[in-house]
């Protein structure tokens, strides 16, 4: 399946999910087998011939591919969360927002010393999201060697935001 074919399973919702916003929704990506396994498949390429033992999803649809992503590259999942999620011992990460601050939080025995991680989520947007992320992986003592998308919204030039992590999207807005 071709990029273009992949893209046709991505809906644009406008003013989603406030005025203004055009929602990317890939529930129809999702929903059908041949569209998943190809999209899957193209986020796993870049990463085959890599040691990854940990991929790190961001929720909740970081979820989705991130999991997929772990099975065709044989690594662990790990899941990154909103505060009160998780149970144990955590370690969270406060990134600022556009209009104040948010934070996420992993569990800290998710990921041993050393360990390889390629983080993942659906869109890279600003970044903000995966940044936070790669500094709760570096937190952890996790070596970090790249990061997945679904999609990537160019115009928002969220890779600045992941100074010097190699970043792959197979859709681009």
Do not use: C, W
Request: charge should be negative; charged fraction near 20%; aromatic fraction near 8%.
């Amino acid at each position: 399946m071709d990029i273009e074919n992949l893209k046709s399973h991505v809906h644009d919702i406008p003013d989603f999910p406030k005025e203004g916003i055009v929602f990317k929704d890939i529930a129809p990506l999702l929903a059908s087998a041949k569209a998943r396994n190809a999209a899957t498949k193209l986020l796993a390429k870049p990463f085959m011939n890599q040691q990854v033992d940990y991929v790190v999803g961001m929720e909740a649809r970081g979820f989705l591919f991130g999991s997929l992503l772990a099975d065709v590259l044989d690594a662990g999942f790990v899941m990154v969360r909103k505060p009160n999620k998780l149970p144990g011992s955590l370690v969270t990460q406060e990134y600022q927002l556009e209009y104040g601050t948010d934070a996420i939080e992993m569990q800290l025995s998710a990921i041993p010393d050393g360990a390889t991680v390629l983080i993942h989520d659906d869109v890279l947007a600003t970044g903000g999201t995966a940044a936070a992320t790669a500094r709760l992986i570096k937190k952890a003592g996790g070596s970090i060697i790249g990061a997945s998308f679904l999609i990537e919204l160019d115009f928002l030039n969220g890779r600045a935001a992941l100074d010097g992590i190699d970043t792959y999207a197979v859709l681009h807005y």
